[in-house]
């Protein structure tokens, strides 16, 4: 079990279904790539954008005018004065006056290698892609969000949420790199490292590439409602959020945050950073110095993050319905995966990969070029299948076919090439050894393989040296495992299983669901406050449960209902409370009550510890009888004090 995020950069797309589509195309074709520069996607042109996208060079008209229609250069852009507002898509009515200005200030085209063609920008901070295995974070920003609950997938769910995004957008980040889905594959073409050279249109074979990435990429969920979302946020208070999400799930080093995207999703009725008839959704990192309000400050290294609003209030000209009938969640899933096409694959923007050929598509991003092309057309939007369900995409632009792609090839490089062999699905039971060896091949000879694994059950661990998983499981639930070998060249192989552990309990009742925290979520259990689950709160395995913040906060709770199943007389959890106050004022606790008989019990009295160590609670247990655990944190909200706590591996035996 595991442990608890410079600025924006994404794809602003206004469609405007009222607008007859052939009458505009010929303004849209010059037109669509330049204002979408580096990745805002924007909304009421891009739809009729989608009908007349053509790969051959722009025409001479297109060119000379297309410095001129730089956001940063042409007054009419919503960019203009707003450089952080990469790739924004204006309004049909604003396209017009910004040819009009462009025509009558043309510019030289630059020359290009191919129109849509992207090159490496050299990197930011050393960082130009998201070269490993991306760990995406939901922040659901604000007490609009309503009552939060879990539905019967362990997703986090809310009353304010009336078009059911928030269990959509989880499902889609847990279904990434899943059911053999070739739609993020496209992605395994780019790269970054100090032997990429700034400008270059293709990868070294020494490059570090983006893997494919396998089994998922959910790692946490994070309910903020500590206060309502502004009515109209700042791409500052956009990034500061991020920041504030990257201590609360307690990546709190630059190391950590790499390979970290934090998602900040504002409720329904709120307007961030004026996205309304303008934008659907944008990308950046902490850094930017164009974002209103500046740059935010991160003692946690950069942090990448988008703004991502219930662009549904945006109705058609976010997508809605763009693929399916009534289609009230297309935009917002292809909106997510724009975003996070392009955090990948330029994640401190725009050090990574963009258009620098001078053409109309000057400045936009892999995802950008390929924006709100009609269903059934080249490239065109569409559903795409993974493990766990369909979801509405968008394709992204690849240099290596010339073409925007919506299914793509994992991309193999050469080298050396590392196969680890699938052991299929597994099952145990609590309290039962179990030992499976994990097999790996290298192309080379003579190499020396490092394995690793995620998402193991609690109570299991992997042999770094020999690939045995062996141990003894202690929490019954579904784990999602994904085991890596790594040969001397840093090539590398993975292989996803999901690993059902039963409980030991002969009938009778029920074990507890989720007690080691490895799905990822809270699932199972019914959670208010600041709750977190994520690799910083693990005892063991790869996930705990995190609750409070690094900064003051109030009460935070977890707690399950369960019946003691036959054969079990023991509840048993771990915890580890971090106390910078003193236990008059802020402290974790546990409380057991005994639905059956009507008692409580204190398990956990009042803790305040400064320097909190992992420490093992048992009671007993009647087999038969009903119980709620509750789990506590609880801080006073004083300056400069705050307290947290981690729970873990919580069992009935």
């Known amino acids: 079990m595991a442990a608890a995020p410079h600025l924006r950069r994404e794809s602003r797309v206004t469609r405007n279904t009222a607008t007859p589509r052939r009458s505009i195309r010929s303004v849209l074709t010059i037109l669509a790539g330049t204002v ?137 980040f847990k279904g990434i790199g899943t059911g053999s889905e070739l739609w993020s594959a496209e992605l395994t073409q780019w790269c970054d490292g100090p032997n990429v050279a700034a400008g270059a249109v293709s990868c070294p074979s020494n490059a570090s590439f983006i893997p494919y990435q396998s089994g998922g990429v959910l790692s946490g969920v994070w309910y903020d409602n500590s206060a ?7 791409g500052h208070q956009l990034g500061q959020e991020a920041v504030n999400a990257a201590g609360h799930f307690g990546n709190t080093t630059a190391a950590l945050n ?42 946690y290294g950069d942090i990448a993050f988008s703004n991502q609003p219930y662009n549904m209030d945006s109705g058609a000209g976010c997508g809605v319905g763009f693929v399916n009938s009534p289609g009230t969640l297309d935009g917002w899933t292809i909106t997510l995966g724009h975003e996070w096409h392009e955090t990948m ?55 290596d076919t010339n073409a925007c792609a919506i299914s793509h090839p994992i991309v193999t490089h050469s080298g050396n090439t590392v196969t ?33 694994a995620s998402g193991l059950p609690a109570g299991l661990s992997i042999n770094s040296s020999t690939g045995l998983i ?57 959670s208010s406050g600041n709750v977190a689950v994520n690799a910083t709160a693990a005892h063991t395995g790869s996930y705990g449960a995190f609750l409070g913040l690094t900064t003051p906060s109030s009460t935070s709770s977890v707690a399950q209902t369960f019946t003691a199943a036959s054969g079990t007389a023991t509840l048993g959890f771990w915890y580890k409370n971090t106390c910078n106050d003193t236990v008059t004022y802020d402290w974790a606790t546990a409380t057991l009550k005994n639905n059956t008989t009507g008692t409580t019990t204190t398990v956990l009295a009042k803790t305040c510890a400064r320097t909190g160590a992992w420490t093992h609670i048992t009671h007993a247990v009647v087999a038969g009888d009903s119980y709620t655990l509750t789990l506590t944190n609880h801080d006073d909200n004083y300056p400069g004090d705050p307290t947290y706590t981690y729970y873990d591996d919580v069992t009935v035996s």
Not at 48 to 71: H, L
């Open 228 to 234: 309502a979302s502004p009515g109209t946020a700042s």
């Open 420 to 452: 680890v062999t699938s052991p299929g699905n597994q099952t145990g039971t609590v309290g039962t050894a179990v030992s499976l060896q994990i097999s790996a091949a290298d192309s080379a000879s003579g190499q020396t393989l490092t394995y690793a």
């Open 258 to 299: 790499r390979d970290a995207y934090y998602v900040i999703l504002s409720p329904h009725g709120t307007n961030p950073d004026s996205y309304q008839g303008a934008y659907c959704a944008w990308h950046d990192y902490n850094g930017d110095s164009t974002l209103t309000g500046g740059a935010v400050t991160s003692p």
């Open 36 to 172: 979408l520069a580096a990745g805002v996607l924007s909304t009421t042109a891009a739809a009729a954008s989608t009908t007349v996208r053509t790969k051959a060079a722009a025409p001479a008209s297109s060119a000379a005018i297309s410095a001129a229609m730089s956001p940063t250069v042409n007054p009419y852009s919503p960019a203009y004065h707003h450089p952080y507002r990469h790739g924004v898509l204006p309004t049909i009515a604003q396209y017009a006056k910004m040819k009009a200005w462009a025509h009558a200030h043309p510019a030289a085209a630059a020359a290009a290698t191919g129109p849509e063609t992207l090159s490496y920008g050299g990197g930011i901070d050393g960082i130009g892609v998201l070269d490993g295995h991306a760990k995406v974070y939901l922040v659901f920003y604000g007490t609009q969000w309503g009552t939060e609950s879990t539905d019967s997938s362990g997703n986090a769910t809310f009353s304010g949420d009336s078009d059911g995004a928030a269990a959509v957008a989880q499902m889609m």
């Open 345 to 399: 694959s330029d994640q401190n923007p725009a050090g990574g990969w963009t258009n620098n050929t001078g053409s109309s598509y000057q400045g936009q991003e892999n995802s950008d070029e390929c924006a709100w092309l009609s269903p059934g057309t080249a490239g065109g939007a569409a559903n795409v299948t993974m493990g766990n369900g369909t979801y509405t995409e968008q394709a992204s632009w690849s240099n």
């Open 470 to 526: 062996s141990g003894t499981p202690t929490t019954a639930t579904a784990y999602s495992v994904a085991v890596t070998a790594t040969d001397s060249t840093s090539a590398a192989g993975s292989a996803s299983f999901t690993w059902t552990i039963g409980s030991s309990g002969g009938g009778g009742g029920s074990s507890i669901t989720n007690g080691g925290f490895e799905t990822g979520t809270a699932s199972g259990w019914t």
